[in-house]
């Protein structure tokens, strides 16, 4: 499946540019924060070398997108890129391509190498045979030598919108809830991981469900009981906070399909306001090891309160 979602981004537009110009170096270095948004644009990239349209059915890119393309040759081969992959790159320049004209090494992850198979590398990226390319992604760019960045074309690949993390979400797993959307931060790594996250998205369900369904001190009570329990306390601080933050955004209508719509009356800004003292609050007695339970009742009493006083 072709990630249109990076398809779309300048960064790719400039990629494609840079080929259509003949430009393009035989060593790119791709760096991102995000291994998962860096493989893909690594894997596009590449796609795009070998097809120029990016069809996702030729037999070409069906080759690349399933890992089995002859000309394409992915490293490390185990965890970490070693001497002996250096080595293999070296031998395998010299092979000519199966399919077609060019010859391509993906080399994974680059961060995770050491300096020796880095200087092992070095000879090879500075001499390449003809129609030999290397696309080498990281994570951090301090760890990848000076004599190795000097000899490869650096692209930083900027965040996703929100939008694109949205619409990648729906396509890889079906759905795209706000909150994997906004804590991904533009990365679709992030993304993946915190909608896939089974206990993140139960604790998301559990605070939209106090802020939504909470009504009683009785509720309080049960709800703190789920609230208090040990495991990930402070992540579902952190969750609740960012599930005000949503509602104040839906309260102004600049998010649709949130599970937080229509609570405008129960919650307006100056609520959700002393609301976040709260949570702040909460936050400072986790630190200094308060009950966790005590923590939990005060603070959804809390809120409780600061729904009545708003209406
Ligand atoms: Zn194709």
Not at 171 to 198: H, I, N, T
Not at 259 to 288: C, D, M, P, S, W
């Amino acid at each position: 499946m072709i990630d249109e979602e990076l398809k779309n981004t300048k960064f790719f537009e400039r990629y494609c540019l840079m080929l259509d110009e003949d430009k393009l170096s035989h060593a790119i270095m791709v760096v991102c924060k995000d291994g998962e948004t860096a493989r893909r644009m690594t894997t596009l990239m590449v796609l795009k070398l070998l097809c120029d349209d990016v069809c996702g059915e030729c037999s070409s890119c069906v080759k690349v997108l399933s890992g089995t393309h002859p000309d394409v040759l992915v490293f490390p081969e185990k965890d970490n890129f070693l001497v002996s992959d250096a080595s293999r790159i070296q031998e395998e320049t010299n092979v000519k391509p199966l399919l077609g004209e060019k010859k391509v090494f993906i080399l994974n992850n680059f961060s995770r190498s050491t300096p020796q198979a880095q200087n092992k590398l070095l000879k090879t990226l500075e001499e390449p045979p003809k129609n030999v390319y290397f696309f080498i992604w990281t994570t951090d760019l301090n760890s990848i030598l000076p004599t190795i960045k000097s000899r490869t074309q650096i692209l930083e690949l900027e965040r996703l919108s929100d939008s694109a993390i949205e619409s990648f979400l729906k396509r890889e797993c079906g759905e795209a809830s706000p909150l994997a959307v906004k804590s991904a931060e533009g990365y679709l790594g992030k993304a993946l991981s915190f909608q896939k996250d089974e206990s993140f998205m139960a604790d998301y369900k559990l605070a939209v469900s106090i802020i939504r369904d909470m009504k009683t001190s009785k509720d309080v009570l049960s709800y703190a009981s789920k609230f208090s329990e040990k495991l990930n306390f402070e992540n579902r601080l952190n969750i609740l906070e960012n599930c005000f933050d949503e509602l104040l955004f839906v309260n102004m209508g600049d998010v649709e399909g949130s599970a937080l719509e229509g609570l405008e009356a129960e919650y307006n800004q100056f609520t959700v306001a002393k609301i976040f003292e709260r949570i702040n609050l909460a936050k400072k007695q986790f630190k200094a090891n308060c009950n966790l339970g005590l923590i939990a009742d005060s603070l959804l009493l809390g809120i409780l309160e600061e729904k009545y006083l708003c209406k």
